[in-house]
């Protein structure tokens, strides 16, 4: 069939114009040069039986049904799909801490608590979502230890009785520089990257692992008792543990993120995919200097450890105030809505809320509950203040992600923030529950007045800006946008109020471009 289309100017507003093609009546415009960007729509070209088609998405984030019934022990949201450590904002997972070290906002990094909460939080989801993880024992001081082989006369390896512990440890003496070969284990594992140990060092000394990569390159990362965060030279990758000499520390570390994070530091994403840099294999792993080792082992994840790692992290930084004060300055409109550094986040202290509940239920140490219950005292000391209450209208109760004055209602860093409080009264009793529900109580009062102040729609709000000053409004990206029905979805399964499941689903139809009825 001879082509029948003939080329014409579309004119967009009488301001410009695009060319478009011309059938009989119809005229055709260009999807990827125009239509695309214009109506902030998403599409690709794909494939199916042979026929190529192009698939058309209104928005680009899905959104996770909640499961029938909530529990404050269980998955929290639908967080077993978050990789928080793979984030390109995330500069690594710190050896001394075992939490995450955020590059948001400042280069630098600092310990941002709402990230650390959702690094544990997505730790726990994982592991009562996931499959058993796989445990390879390297070592655990009660078999030979024929494995091992020693670099000279000089170094030793020997088993040993520990009373203290009533375990059997393998006690290390070889020199402690990095020159030294080590005493090494050979491993040769292709599966299970997840390394953890306990170990103590008499002297200086370290842990090293050997990575094969798929283009058989060599790297080596090493564990050092220094309190240098992370540093690359060549294929010599450090992490610091700190200086720890003389105590036992229990270490997990993920091998293929802390592999990722130091070639991080010299090339970019698509780099590092290019040139093949992942790890194929973990070779050997080798100690240095003289201590105790117990417990080496492989395995899938160790999201257990991780989420501990981030509740205690919570427990050693919280504040006479029950705060986690955030290091950087945010500046949410510049030179109008700024926080300087030392300011409180009430999703950050819902959040760590819920995690620590978590950690409660699943160990029941009190010192995690004893946290989770100081870090409402912030809830009601307003934000002119230092706190995180904002109030809208002088009338609604809000706690604000982002305490700025004037108030900025920042919707789901407030619904993440009532989570945490639901969490805390649910397991709570007495007056500590009796204030964690007066919280939660009032804010879910002002949310179900204030809900629809965030439709405009075909979509939602981020925060009431427009409102509070009577600037253009700030539309929610759709991935915020889902957020918000994750939210709601998740709300109405702890409320019946039908506000949170009817709106939730208009929400969602937002999603495949339906809009509100217009006058
Ligand atoms: C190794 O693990 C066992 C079992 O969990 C524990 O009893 C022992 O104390 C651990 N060793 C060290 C040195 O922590
Ligand atoms: C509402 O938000 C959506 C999503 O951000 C946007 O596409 C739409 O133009 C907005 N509508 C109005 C009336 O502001």
Redesign the pocket.
């Known amino acids: 069939m001879p082509i029948k289309y003939h080329e014409l100017d579309c004119v967009i507003n009488g301001e410009y114009s695009i060319k478009c093609r011309r059938d009989g009546n119809e005229v055709f415009i260009p999807f990827f040069g125009f239509i695309q960007k214009y109506f902030e729509i998403y599409g690709k070209l794909s494939t199916e039986d042979g026929y190529e088609r192009l698939e058309w998405e209104h928005s680009y984030s899905t959104v996770h049904r909640p499961r029938e019934k909530y529990s404050p022990a269980g998955v929290f949201m639908s967080f077993e799909y978050y990789n928080v450590e793979e984030r390109d904002r995330v500069r690594c997972i710190s050896a001394m801490e075992g939490v995450p070290l955020s590059t948001q906002w400042t280069q630098n990094g600092h310990y941002y608590p709402i990230q650390i909460s959702q690094f544990g939080l997505s730790h726990l989801s994982k592991y009562l979502t996931q499959p058993e993880a796989e445990v390879v024992t390297l070592e ?1 001081g009660e078999d030979e230890l024929e494995s091992w082989i020693l670099p000279d006369k000089r170094s030793q390896i020997e088993l040993r009785k ?1 009373p203290d ?3 059997t ?1 393998v006690e290390f003496t070889t020199s402690d520089s990095l020159k030294n070969p080590g005493i090494s284990l050979p491993v040769d594992e292709k599966e299970d990257f997840v390394l953890s140990a ?1 170990i ?1 060092f008499a002297t200086d000394g370290s842990i090293t692992v050997t990575i094969d990569t798929p283009g058989l390159q060599l790297f080596y990362i090493h564990y050092v008792l220094s309190s240098r965060l992370i540093f690359l030279d060549g294929h010599d990758i450090y992490y610091g543990l700190g200086d720890r000499r003389g105590q ?1 520390m ?1 270490i997990t570390r993920d091998i293929a993120i802390d592999f990722d994070k130091g070639l991080a530091l010299k090339y970019n994403k698509s780099k590092r995919t290019k040139m093949k840099l992942k790890v194929s294999r973990i070779k050997v792993v080798i100690v240095r200097g003289h201590g ?1 080792l ?2 080496l082992t492989l395995s899938t994840t160790a999201h257990l450890d991780h989420f501990y790692n981030a509740a205690n992290w919570l427990v050693l930084h919280q504040n006479d105030r029950g705060g986690w004060p955030i290091s950087v300055q945010r500046k949410l409109i510049p030179k109008v809505l700024e926080l300087e550094p030392g300011w409180y986040s009430a999703m950050a202290q819902g959040q760590a809320m819920s995690l620590l509940v978590r950690a409660y239920l699943r160990s029941h140490n009190t010192k995690y509950i004893q946290a989770a219950v100081d870090a409402m005292k912030l809830f009601e000391i307003p934000s002119m203040q230092g706190g995180v209450l904002a109030k809208y209208a002088d009338r609604y109760d809000w706690y604000e992600e982002y305490p700025t004055t004037p108030s900025s209602f920042v919707l789901n860093g407030f619904i993440y923030s009532l989570f945490g409080l639901y969490d805390l009264k649910e397991v709570t009793s007495g007056e500590e529950s009796k204030m964690a529900e007066r919280l939660y109580n009032k804010g879910i009062e002002s949310l179900k007045h204030m809900l629809l102040m965030f439709d405009n729609g075909s979509g939602t709000f981020y925060d009431l800006r427009h409102i509070t000053l009577g600037i253009a409004p700030n539309r929610a990206r759709w991935d915020y946008h889902t957020t918000h029905i994750n939210q709601l979805l998740q709300l109405s399964v702890m409320d019946d109020s039908e506000i949170f499941k009817v709106t939730a689903q208009r929400w969602m139809d937002y999603m495949k471009g339906k809009r509100a009825k217009h006058n």
């Open positions: 655990d520990d512990l009533s375990t440890l306990d103590k036992w229990h105790w117990d417990n």
